[in-house]
Every structure is written in structure tokens, then in C-alpha cells.
């Protein structure tokens, strides 16, 4: 029990009659990387908008080192150390990329409202802005401005703006949504990286299926609100509702895809 | 642009063998430093050159305000006014997305409330005056805090149309009212000596130069601040500024209330050069004239506003006074054009032109060009 970091209880959101998250308990262990797949509409996204406290549940409950944060509001949780990043590409287009990273390091630290300092003069949060952006492998860019990006850098800039605060669990929707298939690897190793080598927990939803078999230690099925299965990644290719359900349907032999990966 | 100036500025060299400190300052600052001193010798250099002096003429026993230095005087205590007006709804609109259309009432409410305050209270017309001043400063920033808070249910577009709709409520009502003396305007003519124009002039420019160099510091100090990081990064993406744990709210509050008692005190520098407090302060044509300058100077730069004021309102000077007259004949029709007539047409065009061949605002412009020619000197350097 004590090793659950992350843990939703029949959480529930409604959107009018829609029923987009349906009673749903979900538990995220720490220092895992917990997928979380469905086909289009399943209410992956809107789950981690209850989680990250964008949107609020219509029922039910959130629990955060167990803590009930179902009432915070969303911007308090970023410094209970909870990181989100959105499906579609979510910076600070026209400040550097380095503003856009030490901008989110400020946000936890004493410095976030100070209004008579200088920004230049906290190295610290500058320091560690080009720590997280050697992370990621954005440093030799810094100066330039976000907007200028290729779009697969942009997706590894969001990844440097979540982990500047040093948060403690990764909300990641779809990092790898746009992306040319030849740049997904390298973001999909820096996430492993992320998550293995630099002890955070991970919880991402991706339609990539090769990519979520072969990194995830979790695997979360969900359809229509509500979740269809969990287990390690050859329980959930072997699963026969989720092989009716979903991968069957969407992504052909779910085997092959695994054999790809092993 | 700042910040990437800024960074550049703490390159490892810096750290290891700082430069003197004053000459980081020089380095930093010669160029205000010299607007300032021609600022604050301006009135004199006109003096000398046109021989009428800056104290104005002495007729009889009494001075009054005529010549060329005195002229000058009133339009650049014009100009700072506008330049505070500006410079505020840049702070707001520039650095933090927050579009207003109704930020004259802050203006208006600056002329509005010292007029009010010297003119009805019967007390010493120095404590009258610092009173008001007082009161401007206390009901700027709490009706921006007001006005702030509301832009928690309001964005964007509706907050806007909501702040028109309270100016123009006040316009209106400052227009009828018998307090404020209606649409004759409330004429202010109980000041204290040492800032009345028609008196001391000379004064009066220096205290709207000490508010106009005051003002451009705190917005400086204000954007440059963690904080005024802040206020860009709602700027560029409000919710993204939300999901990494700030509290926009407050930081928009701050922005707010501040350009909101800048605009006041503008407003009260206004009123004492007009002597009088007119329903126009209030009236949409400051709000969009603060924008539009806004616009041609360079949204959300510091310099853009100062730039875009001073060449817009010498320029309107310029046309309106002078006598050139363009004729064309087409044979079939006639198209006469007269500057000092068709003034405004004059303006509109310059500001079309502009904002085609500057889209990013003069400054604006000037700072993306600058940092693209360093950034090809920087790759040049690199590959020799
Ligand atoms: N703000 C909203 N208002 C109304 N309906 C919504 C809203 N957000 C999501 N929905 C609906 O809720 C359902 C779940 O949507 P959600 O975006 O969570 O799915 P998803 O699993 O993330 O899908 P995708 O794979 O396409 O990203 C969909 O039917 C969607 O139309
Ligand atoms: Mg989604």
C-alpha cells in the first residue's frame, strides 16, 4: 500500500449525458512507468484532467501521497510535485527556450512572486533550467526563441518544462503525438531515462503501441470511461478482451507488435 | 528580446572578470541617461536659442506664460503624460495579455479627483492638492483590483467589452453630473502655485519628467522581475502558465493595479495642464490612442511606448502646423490633399505604413532585426 503514489477511487466525469470518466480506481505505484491506452474518446485525456486538477470529477476522489487533493485547485498541485504535459503542443512560444523551462523552475521556488529582484540574477533557477534541457538535449539551444522549434523538439521542450520543477510524478498526454516515426525513439528513451534513471514515476497515455509495450512496467486499458483491463505488458497483449476490444481491432496482431519490441 | 539580451550579457567571461560597475551602468544605461539630461535641459536650450526665456515673459507686474520655451513646455508635459498612459496599458496589454478597452477611466479618474478634491475642499491648496493626489493613488488601485478580480470570470474579448462599459459609464456620467460640472468640464484653477502651469511652467515639466522617468523605471524593474517573467509567460500561454504552478490570478492583479495608478497619475498631470477636468479624459479616444501607439512603438517592449508616443505626437504637431498642400489633377477629377486640414488622414496613413513595414512595432521591429544580425555575426564568427 505504501509504495501507491497516485490513486484515483471511482472517479467519475460527466459532461452533460456523456459519461467521459466512469467510476474509475486506478493505482499508480511509485517509480513506475504506468500506460495508459484506449481507443479515440476513451477519456484518456480527461481523466488526467481530473488528476492534474484541470477539470473537477463530478464524483469521486483523488489521492496524492495519501493525500486528498480531489478539491485543489490546479495550479497548487504542480508544487504537491504532480507534472502534467497536454496532447497538443502546450509552451510559451515566444520567450526563449530557456525562459519557457526557467519559468517552470521559478514556479516552485521562494523567487515565483518576487517583483523587485532581477530574473538574471537567481543562477540557480537558470542552472537548473539548462540541467533538465541537457536532459532532454535542448541545451545548445537555449537562447533561441520556443516557437522556432521543429515540433519534436517542442514535444522534448515540454518534457524539460515538466521535470524543472523536479516534480515527482509524470503526467505525459501522448508525448509522442505528431512526431516524425524515425524521432520517436530517441524522446521514448529519453522518457525510460526519465523514469529509471532519475527515479520518477510516469503515467502516459500513448497510441503507439510498440512504444508502450516495450517500455511500460503498467499497462491500463480503458474504453468508454471505464477500464477494461491492467497487468504487465504480455498480460495485456495476451488478454483476450482487450485483443476483441481494442488491439485487435485497431493495431492488427497485437503478437507481432510485441515480437517487434522483444 | 530583453531576457535574451540579459542572458547574453551573463556569458562565462562576465562571471569570472567582472567589468567595473559603472561601466555595466554606461553600458547598460548611456542612452537614457543622455534622454534624460536633454530632457532636462530642453527647456533651456530653447531659451537660449530663441531668446524667450523658460520662466516665461514678464508683463507688468505679473509673468505669463508666452514664448517659444514655455510653448515647447506644454507639449512635452503632454507628451509625458501620454507616455505614462501608454507605457501602463503596454504593462497590461504588452507584458501580460490583459486587453482593456476602457483603461482611460483611470485617466480620467486621476484628472477627475485632485480637480474635485482642489476645488471643493477649502483648506490649503498644497494639502488640497497632495490630498488628492493621495486619493487618486487609493481609488486607481482599488478600482483595478476590482476590474482585476472580474477577469477571473472574464477573458479576453469580454473583459474587454466589460471595461469599456464602465469608462463609458463614467464618461457619461461625467458628463451630467453637477459635481463634476457636466460636459463643461471642471475647471481646475485652485492648484498651488508651484504646479500651475500658468505660473510655474517650468515646474510643472520637471515633476511631469520626474513621473514619466519614474514611471519607465518601475515598469523596467516590474518586467524584469521573476514576477514580470510571470506576467509574459500569461502573456504567451495563460493555462500553460497555470499548469506549472502559478497562480495567474495574482500576477495579473499585480499588473493591473499598477498600469491602473500609473494611468491615474497621468491622468492628474493632464488635468493640471489643462487646468481643467473634461469628460474626454474619460472617453474612448485615450484608451485607443494608448493602444495604437502601443501597436506602432512595439507591444510589450519597454522603449515601444516612449518611441511611439514621442514620434506620433510630433508628428501630428508637425502636420497640423504646417502648409503644405499636394494637388493632383487627373483631368477628370481633382485630389487635393492639406496637411494642416486633412490631418487626421495624414496619421491614418502614416499608421497604416508603418504598422505594414514594421509589424512588430518600431521597437519591436528594431530588436527582432538586431537579434537576427547577431545571431549571423555569432554563426560567421563561428565558422572563420
Ligand atoms: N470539455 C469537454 N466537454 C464535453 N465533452 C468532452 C470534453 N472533453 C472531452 N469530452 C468528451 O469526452 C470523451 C472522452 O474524451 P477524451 O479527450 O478524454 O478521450 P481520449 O481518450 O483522450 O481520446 P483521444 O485518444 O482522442 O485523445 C469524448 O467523447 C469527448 O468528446
Ligand atoms: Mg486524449
Partial sequence: MTDIILQSHSLRKEFGALVAVDDVDMSIRQNTLHSIIGPNGAGKTTFFNLLSGKYKPTGGRVMFKGQDITDMPFHRRAHMGIGRSFQITNIFPNLTILENVRLAAQAVSPQAFNFWGTVVHHKDLIDRAMHVLDIVGLAGDSLRLASVLPHGDKRKLELAILLAPDPDVLLLDEPTAGMASEQVPEIIGTIDNISKAHDKTVVMVEHNMSVVMGISDVITVMDQGRLLAEGTPSEIANNKTVQDVYLGRLYGDADELIGKDA | ?384
Avoid: C
Wanted: glycine share 10%.
Fill in chain 2, 1 to 384: 528580446m530583453d531576457n535574451v539580451q540579459d542572458v547574453f550579457q551573463e556569458t562565462p567571461q562576465d562571471v569570472f572578470r567582472p567589468p567595473p560597475m559603472w561601466r555595466v551602468f554606461l553600458r547598460e544605461h548611456w542612452l537614457h541617461l543622455l534622454i534624460v539630461a536633454v530632457l532636462i535641459v530642453l527647456p533651456h536650450a530653447i531659451g537660449w536659442i530663441t531668446g524667450d526665456s523658460p520662466f516665461g515673459r514678464v508683463r507688468g507686474s505679473r509673468v505669463i506664460m508666452a514664448g517659444e520655451s514655455t510653448y515647447w513646455q506644454a507639449i512635452f508635459i503632454e507628451m509625458f503624460s501620454l507616455a505614462v498612459l501608454v507605457m501602463s496599458y503596454n504593462l497590461m496589454f504588452g507584458f501580460t495579455g490583459v486587453i482593456s478597452f476602457g483603461h482611460a477611466l483611470f485617466f480620467g479618474i486621476g484628472g477627475y479627483a485632485v480637480g474635485i478634491v482642489v476645488q471643493y475642499w477649502d483648506v490649503d491648496p498644497n494639502l488640497a492638492f497632495i490630498a488628492g493626489v493621495l486619493l487618486v493613488i487609493f481609488i486607481t488601485s482599488i478600482l483595478g483590483l476590482l476590474i482585476g478580480l472580474l477577469s477571473l470570470r472574464l477573458r479576453g474579448i469580454y473583459f474587454a467589452i466589460f471595461t469599456l462599459a464602465i469608462a463609458e459609464m463614467a464618461w457619461l456620467y461625467a458628463g451630467s453630473w453637477r459635481l463634476t460640472r457636466g460636459e463643461d468640464g471642471l475647471t481646475i484653477n485652485r492648484l498651488p502655485e508651484w504646479i500651475d502651469p500658468e505660473r510655474s511652467r517650468l515646474m510643472v515639466y520637471y515633476i511631469g519628467l520626474a513621473l514619466f522617468v519614474t514611471a519607465f523605471l518601475v515598469i523596467r524593474r516590474l518586467v524584469r522581475s521573476p514576477a514580470g517573467a510571470v506576467f509574459q509567460a500569461i502573456r504567451e500561454n495563460e493555462d500553460r502558465a497555470k499548469a506549472i504552478g502559478y497562480n495567474t490570478l495574482r500576477y495579473k492583479l499585480l499588473s493591473i493595479v499598477v498600469a491602473s495608478v500609473l494611468a491615474g497619475l497621468a491622468g492628474i498631470l493632464m488635468g493640471i495642464l489643462n487646468k481643467s477636468a473634461r469628460p474626454e479624459l474619460l472617453g474612448v479616444t485615450y484608451t485607443v490612442d494608448a493602444l495604437l501607439i502601443t501597436i506602432i512603438g512595439g507591444v510589450g517592449t519597454l522603449a515601444g511606448p516612449v518611441v511611439g508616443t514621442a514620434g506620433l505626437h510630433l508628428l501630428e504637431l508637425w502636420v497640423r502646423d504646417s502648409s503644405i498642400i499636394l494637388s493632383l489633377n487627373l483631368g477628370l477629377f481633382e485630389f487635393t490633399l492639406n496637411f494642416s486640414q486633412d490631418w487626421i488622414l495624414i496619421i491614418g496613413v502614416v499608421f497604416v505604413v508603418v504598422v505594414l513595414v514594421f509589424p512588430y512595432g518600431l521597437v519591436g521591429t528594431w530588436y527582432r532585426l538586431r537579434a537576427r544580425v547577431g545571431d549571423w555575426w555569432e554563426r560567421r564568427r563561428a565558422t572563420t
